[in-house]
């Protein structure tokens, strides 16, 4: 393949040249300096060669951008016509091209080309020369994102979940309504972001949720894989927090006064592998239900606050994790939990809740007025 001259076309370099001076012809006469002279060096005991892509690359290095992406739809007309450039310098090509040419007005530069076939790009001077010069790209490092967390409409009282005495002291709903009840749990679960502090990801122990099936007979546990137990005998391994605070709930199903039924509210921040910027709250009620109800016998009998102690005694000392049912069964009885039977019914997709939660979901459990029952156990796996 020859040029207009009858020159030979040797290789890229050649091309790359003799495009380049038909380039420079077009952009005098619109009043555009000439574009600064590549120079190739010379690489020893061979021939003195550079490829397409190393060659627009210089011309952008040193003649601004505008130069360099005339020259680049250039290579690209070369690529049609010759086989010249490879696929990647190609789209290289093609991309940067394409934006010059969509930011460009209606002054038409016709290049003329090989055998006939011209290459016409539209041109818009932004003076009439433009200075060559060498942009430094700075290094930019990133930064980790700081979660930012809404103000809650309403606090609460921080209650560690250390005695009946302490905890009593945080009393998140004392009523006879369900959904104030629930409303409450709302606001209280808005209010717990405020709390969370970030783990150390370095310490953290990854042992994934499971479902504990047909051991109780309140339904299946979600709990860490009990195979491996005890899973996290040190503190710092720990992709949770079970003491941050804890409160209660007084329910008065029979609007009488003597007969509140007890919750038990001992929310758990969890480490989110996924979103580790943001902690996941779970909410996890324990019920007495049916304990001061004379046509009910709770098992074993005792007081509210006998349970409450003995519930938080085995929680903290003979338990490591916080299992979550998945079932409205209060815990050691037949009955069903009206609250969180109400919180089942008002969000029916808690089957799929639960599953994507074993499934790494960690914030599945987390949507606002959800809650879940909870299982204390001083003989059982939970560790």
Not at 64 to 87: F, P, Q, R, S
Not at 216 to 225: H, K, L, M
Request: with cysteine; aromatic share 10%; net charge negative.
């Amino acid at each position: 393949m020859k040029s207009e001259h009858g020159q030979n076309f040797l290789n890229p370099f050649h091309l790359y040249r003799t495009a380049k001076h038909e380039v420079q012809k077009a952009l005098g006469s619109l009043g555009f300096s000439h574009m600064a002279e590549v120079k190739a060096e010379p690489i020893k005991g061979r021939e003195q060669k550079i490829t397409p892509f190393q060659a627009v690359a210089r011309v952008l290095e040193t003649a601004g951008v505008i130069y360099g992406a005339i020259d680049a739809g250039y290579m690209l007309w070369t690529k049609a016509n010759t086989g010249h450039t490879d696929e990647l310098t190609t789209r290289i090509f093609q991309t940067v091209y394409d934006e010059v040419q969509a930011g460009l007005n209606n002054n038409k530069v016709v290049i003329p080309g090989v055998d006939g076939k011209d290459l016409t790009l539209t041109v818009t001077p932004a003076s009439p020369t433009i200075t060559p010069t060498e942009t430094q790209t700075p290094t930019i490092t990133p930064t980790a994102t700081e979660t930012q967390v809404p103000t809650p409409e309403k606090t609460f009282d921080i209650c560690k979940p250390v005695s009946v005495e302490e905890v009593k002291k945080c009393v998140i709903y004392d009523g006879s309504s369900i959904p104030d009840a629930i409303n409450a749990l709302k606001e209280y679960q808005n209010w717990l972001p405020t709390l969370s502090q970030p783990f150390d990801s370095t310490k953290i122990k990854d042992v994934p949720f499971v479902f504990f099936r047909g051991q109780q007979p309140e339904g299946d546990i979600i709990t860490y894989d009990t195979k491996t137990e005890p899973n996290f005998p040190i503190p710092e391994t720990r992709p949770f927090r079970r003491d941050v605070t804890a409160g209660v709930i007084y329910l008065d199903y029979y609007g009488d006064g003597q007969h509140k039924v007890l919750y038990l509210v001992r929310p758990v921040e969890l480490y989110d592998k996924n979103d580790p910027n943001n902690n996941k709250w779970v909410i996890t009620l324990k019920s007495y239900f049916g304990l001061n109800d004379p046509k009910i016998t709770y098992v074993g009998g005792g007081s509210p606050d006998d349970f409450t102690k003995w519930d938080l005694n085995t929680w903290r000392h003979n338990m490591n994790v916080t299992p979550f049912l998945t079932t409205s069964w209060v815990q050691a009885t037949s009955w069903t939990d009206p609250l969180e039977a109400e919180i089942m019914k008002e969000n029916p997709d808690m089957p799929d809740r639960f599953q994507n939660f074993v499934d790494g979901d960690i914030g599945a459990l987390s949507k606002s007025g959800i809650a879940v029952l909870t299982y204390d156990s001083q003989g059982g796996p939970f560790k």
